[in-house]
């Protein structure tokens, strides 16, 4: 099953980390992959235009089908292999309600997390303003502090949705590469609990970033938020 | 069922009419349906705060049950009422492969679609650039190319035969471009995706009150 499985991936890629993780918790171990490098413009290479037409990483492939498309893979992943490893959606309405509202949630923490930690890449020289720079921090502190009250009773076993899910194989790779660029862990104590909580889940702990991209340049970006 | 159902919307709105056009499919007529204006703000208001504390529509909730992206609400509806309406996931693999990819890169099209034609509404005046609006109609222009040839292949729907999710989650962006003028003869293979669902009666009873009898505007004309 995994031996039919190809993934591209970029080191600390959020979108590539969550697909990892979903292999694992669905004990797909085995499959096929390749580590590329956003800094030679790798993702823009043959290798993964055959695979993903927009240059763009994850590229994964399960014999003929091909899913790019990182929420798109894990789902994916979860409703064909619904029968082993552990089970990421869950059943009960009240929960498997929260557990998409949170997982799609985790995409509008993802751009605004990039907006902040990205913006020269968003917006070219000659384009750039600090209104802007201050308007994308200010928003991202918002969005913060709505997922610090997500996360008020964060505890083992006790994540986004309950049970360890979707959302968390989302949001999870953002929260950590945060901290990464230098989110406070002081300022945003339940996160950081979080993340302290899930960094030794072995899904997670196996597949983590080798390397960060540019992390000496941008390792406290986040740090005065 | 449909009775313990509550959405609030705005018309015309994409993430809105993903929803309605599920709720019909699923057979869940007689929801408690909620049409508020996005000109007098009423996104904002108290009432859809205390569903949305973001201040965003679509707004839904089943019972106790609060769910308001509108991804997540047609993934619920049809995980939770697998057994009646249509079946809007296919069975078939590959099917379901396409239709998950074609979903989620919706998202970048509504995206580039948002950043041409909603430009002046997110960038403050002084912020604004003629490059940066040149390079946003490019980069539509590239991905309404994009999904063009993705009808191209087998169709007539976006997962190949069967209608499916990912037609629910993006066809209201496609009428959304139609609407704001994108040429029926540039772009023939959306042209007739459009025109062939929106007689489809989820699609039809859902259409967005303000656009029937009134003309669209030409934004994308020349796109």
């Known amino acids: 099953m995994a031996k039919s499985m190809t993934l591209l991936w970029g080191a600390g890629s959020p979108p590539c980390w969550r697909v990892m993780i979903t ?32 240059g763009q990483l994850p590229a994964f492939k399960h014999g003929d089908d091909i899913i790019n498309e990182s929420v798109g893979a894990c789902l994916y992943l979860e409703n064909q292999f619904k029968s082993q490893g552990n089970k990421l959606i869950p059943d009960s309405p ?11 949630e985790g995409l509008t923490l993802t751009e605004k997390l990039n907006l902040v930690v990205f913006y020269d890449l968003y917006a070219p020289e000659g384009e750039r303003h600090e209104s802007a720079v201050k308007r994308n921090k200010d928003n991202l502190v918002a969005e913060l502090q709505r997922w610090e009250g997500y996360l008020e009773n964060v505890a083992a076993g006790s994540y986004l949705a309950g049970a360890f899910s979707l959302a ?36 997670i702990k196996t597949t983590w970033p080798p390397q960060w991209y540019q992390i000496a340049q941008r390792s406290e970006i986040l740090k005065d938020l | 069922m449909a009775k313990d159902m509550t959405l609030m919307w705005g018309a015309g709105s994409p993430p809105c009419w ?35 504390p973001r ?10 049950i609060v769910l308001n992206e509108s991804y997540g609400i047609c993934l619920y509806l049809e995980d939770q009422f697998k057994s009646q309406g249509t079946k809007l996931t296919p069975d078939n693999k590959a099917e379901n492969a396409l239709m998950l990819q074609r979903m989620f890169e919706g998202l970048t099209l509504f995206d580039a679609m948002k950043q041409v034609l909603f430009y002046t509404r997110f960038v403050p005046e002084n912020e604004r650039h003629d490059s940066a609006q040149k390079r946003n109609a490019e980069n539509l222009k590239s991905e309404v190319g994009r999904w063009e040839s993705y009808l191209q292949g087998s169709g007539p729907y976006l997962a190949g035969k069967t209608f499916s999710l990912a037609d629910v989650i993006v066809f209201p962006v496609i009428a959304f471009l139609f609407r704001f003028g994108l ?31 009134t003309p669209g505007q030409p934004a994308l004309k020349d796109l």
């Open chain 1, 168 to 203: 968390d194989v989302v949001a999870f790779p953002n929260i950590a590469y945060a901290f990464r660029y230098g989110l406070s862990v002081g300022r945003y104590p339940k996160l950081a609990k979080y993340y302290s909580l899930l960094k030794d889940r072995p899904s």
């Open chain 2, 18 to 52: 993903r929803v309605m056009i599920a709720l019909e499919e699923k057979n869940l007529q007689g929801y408690n349906s909620k049409q508020l204006s996005f000109e007098k703000g009423e996104h904002k208001s108290k009432d859809v705060m205390a569903i949305n």
């Open chain 1, 23 to 54: 292999l694992e918790e669905k004990k797909l171990q085995g499959y096929k992959h390749k580590l590329l490098s956003f800094e030679k413009e790798d993702h823009k290479s043959q290798e993964v235009l055959q695979i993903n037409p927009r």
């Open chain 2, 183 to 213: 040429s029926e003869e540039h772009y023939p293979k959306l042209a007739a995706y459009h025109n062939t669902l929106k007689d489809r009666p989820s699609i039809k009873s859902t259409w967005p009150p303000n656009w029937v009898d």
């Open chain 1, 94 to 104: 009240p929960q498997q309600a929260l557990m998409y509202q949170r997982m799609m």
């Open chain 2, 55 to 64: 201040g965003q529509l679509p707004a839904f909730k089943h019972g106790n």
